[in-house]
């Protein structure tokens, strides 16, 4: 009852009347029924293989065999039905069957993939069943199956109503199911259906539905608040976020300094410099004077153009650290009361190219357009140095070369003075410093004696200060060469000294170990010294002092310790009485002399063999001062008044020469320090004893100890 057919998909042309009733006349057969079995690749089978797949059919017929004139084929003859049967059914010979089961054929052959991806990959073997159809078909369909949905397929499903019987079950990755699985949910039931569903008593039905409704209603509630909750975060945290964007856009540190902006440009606000005038700048009367002149310009430029005069366009100042120069730009613009501009010269250059020249455009910029105005530039020698060939920043010279065409490019009246400030003058390239560019250079020197009063007077009226101390001159020629920066240390010192004292006010002691602290260094009382080593300090130390007090041209001893303070175990300060504008030949020896009394005194009391390399430093600064008379200051008898900057490049016999005299004048000092020790052997004893007992004594105690009186006890 079964018949195989090989399936290669004929092209068949009929009448489409006898085809109809063909369809007719099987439709209205009984028991009929089909099951098609498709067997796919295995994973065994390569997929070279060229053996052909079959598709077997199997038709059961229930009833009696069916005629001609049932099918509606009664007008068809013999021939012509043979001929239908043919086409519909095509029929092969037996000695084509041999290449049609696993020879070779001459037909075409084509090697379909699998209805999946997985499946041609992995090969299984998958059944595609089909409900009882009411005839059989004598073709089979196969239905390409994925491993996901489309809208065609889910809207075919629904018209068909054939659904899940006919799909078959595919490899779906974990992570892809919950999305996937949305598709199978079935609709949703309406709230009748679904009480029916549930056998719900007519008693309770009410009920149930109120129940669902409220929980609905619920939800709905819950939900609408978590969105209204999430609603108010987003808004307040947009609001947070523009008043922290505000507070750092108004910060005062950044409103001097370059903000990014779009792009690699920089922009700079101004600040007015109101609160600070010339009243705040002390110490430094000249540089005022000569700055007095860009207040004037900045306030009343009709004043200089009405007589033909040109208005300056550049103030350098130079100076050592620490002496006000930022403090007096600040003040020009506050004295003229003009926007000032401040820029670092470490500023403008970063890894770009061209960030600076363009930093440089932008700050000029603003600069005109809020003319008159004061742009300051500090440490110019970072952004003006010289300029030189070199290929590790071939493009280093473009900001200086744009800061040169910015300052020339000013017209005469446009109201904007440049200051620039640096310690390293000589660094600067000679195109920046040239008139028309800077043409005022002032200089801004550290404070005198009456300078450092005034600064002292100035700080020490922001402190709480004893009424005692009524005059800060004491403590003035004790700071030679204190800068500004250094004498407000020194106040601020003593203030945190009082208040770790627990004192209510600053005294002068509390001034005196601040400026101890910063011309020795601070105590190191927590270092145990033993008692060899402090004998030996103490006879050291006395040494530099005897060798100072004795000398004629020696500076006076401002004080003397045996205290470890900083890397030294002992020192001796020495301050000059007044301010030192040039030195003599002979202070330059008796300063050679105080060097050579440490190591002088060790040997006279403790022997050849017992001296230290405590004098190490000593050393140092004698053989400088030594070298300097003989190389550059012309005191030398025989190499006469010749400078020589560079001993390296000169010939053997001038260093040589250099050498020997350099020598004498070292060994001239030290046998000077050795006779006055000598011959004031008791006054060191005695002070070297006063100095363990002690371990500290200022300039008026060690007068005392030497010619021969007590101290009083401590």
Not at 240 to 259: A, C, H
Not at 439 to 444: A, G, I, S
Not at 503 to 527: C, H, N, Q, Y
Request: one cysteine or more; proline letters at 5%; a neutral charge.
């Amino acid at each position: 009852n079964g018949l195989v057919i090989y399936c290669y998909s004929p092209q068949v042309t009929v009448p489409l009347s006898h085809l109809i009733n063909v369809l007719h006349s099987l439709k209205s057969s009984v028991g009929s029924s089909s099951r098609v079995t498709c067997k796919s690749r295995s994973p065994q089978q390569p997929a070279s293989d060229p053996q052909l797949h079959c598709t077997e059919v199997q038709h059961e017929s229930a009833g009696e065999p069916l005629h001609s004139h049932e099918l509606g084929l009664s007008d068809l003859g013999t021939q012509q039905l043979d001929e239908l049967v043919n086409r519909v059914l095509p029929r092969f010979n037996t000695h084509d069957a041999p290449f049609l089961l696993g020879g070779q054929t001459a037909w075409r052959t084509t090697h379909l993939s699998s209805h999946s991806f997985f499946y041609n990959k992995h090969g299984e073997n998958v059944d595609v069943g089909y409900k009882q159809a009411a005839h059989a078909s004598p073709c089979v369909l196969l239905v390409q199956s994925r491993g996901f949905k489309t809208l065609r397929t889910k809207t075919r499903r629904r018209q068909s109503k054939l659904g899940h019987p006919l799909e078959s079950e595919g490899y779906t990755p974990s992570f892809m199911k919950g999305f996937l699985s949305r598709d199978k949910v079935s609709e949703v039931e309406s709230l009748d259906s679904l009480v029916i569903n549930k056998n719900i008593p007519d008693g309770q039905q009410d009920s149930f539905k109120r129940g669902f409704a409220e929980g609905f209603l619920k939800a709905q509630a819950l939900t609408q608040r978590t969105q209204d909750s999430l609603r108010r975060i987003r808004l307040i945290l947009l609001v947070l976020l523009l008043i922290g964007i505000y507070g750092i856009s108004k910060t005062p540190f950044l409103s001097v300094r370059f903000r990014t902006t779009t792009g690699l440009d920089s922009a700079v606000d101004p600040v007015q410099m109101k609160n600070v005038t010339f009243e705040h700048v002390k110490g430094i009367e000249e540089a005022k004077n000569e700055l007095q002149e860009v207040v004037e310009f900045l306030k009343n430029p009709q004043k200089f153009t009405a007589l033909g005069g040109k208005l300056p366009k550049g103030v350098l100042l130079v100076g050592p650290p620490g002496t006000g120069k930022t403090l007096l730009a600040r003040a020009v613009a506050g004295e003229a009361d003009v926007p000032f501009y401040y820029a670092s010269g470490s500023e403008f250059d970063e890894m770009f190219v061209g960030v600076g020249a363009s930093r440089i455009r932008n700050l000029f910029r603003e600069g005109k357009a809020n003319a008159p105005c004061v742009i300051f530039i500090d440490e110019l020698d970072s952004v003006g140095g010289k300029r030189i060939e070199s290929p590790m920043h071939p493009y280093s010279r473009q900001t200086i070369n744009q800061l040169l065409a910015e300052m020339d490019g000013f017209k005469p009246n446009e109201g904007v003075i440049i200051i620039g400030a640096t310690n390293f003058p000589e660094a600067l390239d000679n195109a920046l410093i040239r008139p028309g560019r800077f043409d005022m250079q002032v200089t801004v020197p550290k404070p005198d004696v009456k300078g450092r009063t005034e600064i002292l007077n100035w700080y020490l009226k922001k402190i709480k200060m004893d009424p005692g101390v009524k005059r800060a001159s004491i403590i003035a020629r004790g700071t030679v060469g204190f800068s500004g920066a250094d004498l407000e240390n020194l106040v601020n010192q003593a203030a945190l000294k009082a208040a770790v004292d627990g004192k209510d006010m600053v005294t002068l002691k509390e001034l005196e170990f601040a400026k101890d602290k910063i011309l020795m260094g601070p105590e190191r009382r927590s270092a145990e010294i033993d008692q060899k080593n402090k004998i030996l300090t103490a006879y050291h130390e006395s040494g530099h002092a005897i060798v100072a007090y004795y000398t004629k041209d020696a500076m006076p001893i401002n004080k003397a310790t045996i205290m470890p303070r900083g890397r030294s175990l002992g020192h001796v300060s020495m301050l000059p009485e007044n301010d030192r504008w040039s030195e003599t030949r002979s202070q330059l020896l008796a300063q050679i002399d105080v060097s050579m009394g440490g190591r002088v005194a060790e040997e006279m009391v403790f022997g050849q063999g017992d001296i230290t390399t405590g004098a190490s430093s000593d050393f140092d600064s004698a053989t400088k001062i030594a070298k300097m008379m003989v190389t550059r200051f012309g005191m030398c008898e025989k190499l006469g008044v010749m400078t020589y900057t560079d001993l390296t490049k000169q010939s053997p016999e001038t260093q040589a020469a250099v050498e020997h005299e350099v020598r004498v004048l070292l060994k001239e000092s030290y046998e000077r320090a050795k006779a006055l020790l000598k011959s004031h052997a008791k006054e060191h004893k005695n002070l070297a004893d006063a100095l363990l007992m002690y371990e500290t004594l200022d300039a008026k105690e060690i007068q005392l100890v030497l010619e021969g009186k007590t101290l009083e006890t401590r």
